[in-house]
């Protein structure tokens, strides 16, 4: 069978979760689902970095132990991710004890690769990062690229020989297909490790919170040793790994600041290993603040996803982060296009669909499905082909990670649907008595919107299922691809009422201006 494992990045547990986090989680969340409809089995995992100098200094500073705190910011994550509805299979951390071994395994295996040393470390960290940077990295005292202080550290280390996998990674990352994507991002790590790899610190001494360095407990595990390891206890630990476990991975999504960890480090340590490389890493852009700028607790500009979901339903929340942005790109985040979006493209267009088409069901048909005639009527014809389409653009949109493609061409299907009962006008039938061809409109109608709510799954997983249990289609799984092309409901079938799916918001009660940063395709395709 074919197997899909998608990981994202595990949070660190300093601090609360917010938007950043919510995104990446959610995009592997609906690639996920979208793998699983295609028949695949699917692993996704998602967690928590707790181990560190970041999170013990945190924990300091508001008089806790370092577990105290990982474990309250976990639970934070974790009762987030659930409230997003997610569909992980396991929610690691790495204060596991499955994980703590794997970890350990993986750095026995690059000792006994000969990749590992004791020396001795001088240079920048920062703790912010857990990010060791070089002299031309650093300027006023901060990370050029992150912003985040530096310190100058001097201490006993034990080193990975990473300058030894140079020639491996340049040839790792000019292999097709890409692994590292988008290609902007292969480019930036490609000039990097061209730059040449200096041995990597991957040990302190100057914390405890960490995985103890066997035989030498002065020293901790550097955190992203640790951290990246998690990938391969959530496959099944080192020993599954390489045989029946889920390693490599298909996918890895990463944003975009921790792409040198991932692309550099991470791949350098398999190999040392003697483990596969991960298929595909992409790298996503980032949301910034309204503003334009970069969100910053400190700035007090840090968008809050729970007091989000309880302005909007939670489809719209996932439907507009795959919507709004592209996903290599970054992107600002508006309240006002999301409400402009949950209104134009979601109340108006899709809701008013599905409601229209379920009501006309009841009121020329008593809600029972008629029997039809398969009809050659071009209107007919026309649909089913954008909709043979739009499902098959929609699935090379989810193999590319393209969701913000995959989600317009969705909603735009669900415009086309719209104008199609437009032009078709069943009232105009029923009042001429064309019984024949009310029957074709309300089934041809009905089965666009089947196939509708199928490919709304991976966005809008609550939504699709509600619309399915109005059709009275099956709702205990994820609705398969193979199902697009099963045909109509059958005839005499009773359907529910329709679900009320998005209700209209309005703009003063949210006390936002009406239509303000409204984007104008956000009409598009709305009809009725
Ligand atoms: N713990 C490390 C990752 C270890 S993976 C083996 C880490 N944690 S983090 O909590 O700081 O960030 C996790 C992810 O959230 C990163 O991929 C980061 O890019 C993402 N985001 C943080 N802020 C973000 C936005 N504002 N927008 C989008 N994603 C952002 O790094």
Redesign the pocket.
């Given at each position: 069978m074919d197997r899909f494992y998608v990981t994202?990045?595990?949070?660190?547990v300093n601090g609360a979760p917010?938007?950043?986090?919510a995104?990446?989680t959610v995009l592997a969340d609906a690639l996920a689902r979208h793998h699983r409809q295609r028949g695949r089995a699917v692993r996704f995992v998602t967690g928590?970095?707790e181990h560190g100098l970041k999170v013990q200094r945190a924990a300091e500073a508001l008089g806790m132990a370092p577990k105290e705190l990982a474990d309250q910011n976990a639970g934070r994550f974790e009762a987030l991710f659930r409230r997003l509805g997610l569909s992980h299979d396991r929610f690691i951390r790495t204060t596991d004890a499955d994980h703590v071994a794997t970890a350990l395994g993986l750095l026995e295996r690059l000792i006994a690769a000969g990749d590992v040393y004791l020396g001795a470390y001088e240079g920048w960290y920062a703790a912010a990062?857990?990010a060791f940077y070089e002299e031309d990295e650093v300027a006023d005292g901060r990370a050029k690229e992150s912003g985040a202080a530096v310190e100058w550290v001097r201490e006993e280390s034990y080193f990975f020989r990473l300058g030894r996998y140079q020639e491996a990674l340049l040839a790792w990352y000019a292999q097709d297909p890409a692994p590292i994507l988008p290609e902007s991002r292969r480019n930036e790590v490609q000039r990097f490790v061209e730059g040449g790899l200096r041995d990597l610190s991957i040990s302190r001494t100057t914390f405890s919170w960490g995985v103890p360095w066997p035989g030498d407990p002065r020293h901790v595990l550097y955190?992203?040793v640790d951290?990246?390891t998690?990938?391969l206890t959530a496959a099944g630990g080192l020993e599954a790994a390489a045989s029946e476990g889920w390693w490599p991975a298909d996918l890895q999504?990463?944003?975009?600041?921790?792409l040198r960890?991932?692309a550099v480090y991470?791949p350098a340590f398999l190999l040392s290993a003697g483990l596969p490389l991960p298929r595909r890493i992409l790298t996503?852009?980032?949301?910034?603040a309204p503003s334009g700028e970069?969100?910053s607790k400190s700035k007090g500009n840090v968008v809050d996803v729970d007091l989000l979901l309880d302005r909007y339903p939670l489809d719209a929340f996932r439907f507009f982060l795959f919507r709004d942005k592209p996903v290599a790109g970054?992107g600002s985040f508006s309240e006002e296009r999301l409400l402009a979006r949950c209104n134009a493209e979601l109340a108006d267009n899709l809701g008013n669909l599905v409601n229209r088409c379920l009501r006309m069901l009841e009121r020329y048909r008593g809600g029972v499905v008629p029997a039809v005639e398969a009809g050659t009527h071009l209107q007919d014809e026309a649909l089913r082909q954008s909709l043979r389409e739009a499902a098959e653009g929609i699935a090379a949109a989810m193999e590319a990670c393209d969701l913000m493609a995959a989600s317009t061409r969705f909603i735009s299907l669900s415009g086309e649907l719209n104008l199609y009962v437009n032009d078709t006008a069943p009232w105009a039938l029923a009042k001429a008595g064309d019984a024949s061809r009310l029957d074709q409109v309300l089934c041809q109608s009905l089965e666009g919107i089947r196939q509708l709510a199928v490919l709304a799954y991976a966005f809008m997983p609550a939504s699709s299922l509600a619309i399915l249990g109005a059709l009275g289609e099956p709702v205990d799984g994820p609705p398969t691809w193979e199902s697009l092309s099963a045909g109509g409901l059958p005839a005499g079938r009773v359907l529910s009422a329709p679900p009320i799916l998005f209700p209209k918001l309005d703009p003063e009660v949210l006390g936002l201006a009406a239509g303000k940063d409204g984007d104008e395709d956000a009409d598009k395709g709305a009809a009725g």
């Open positions: 994202t990045p595990i949070y660190y917010h938007l950043g986090h995104y990446t928590t970095d990062d857990e955190v992203w951290a990246l998690n990938y999504l990463i944003g975009k600041d921790i960890f991932h991470w996503h852009g980032w949301w910034t970069k969100q970054d």
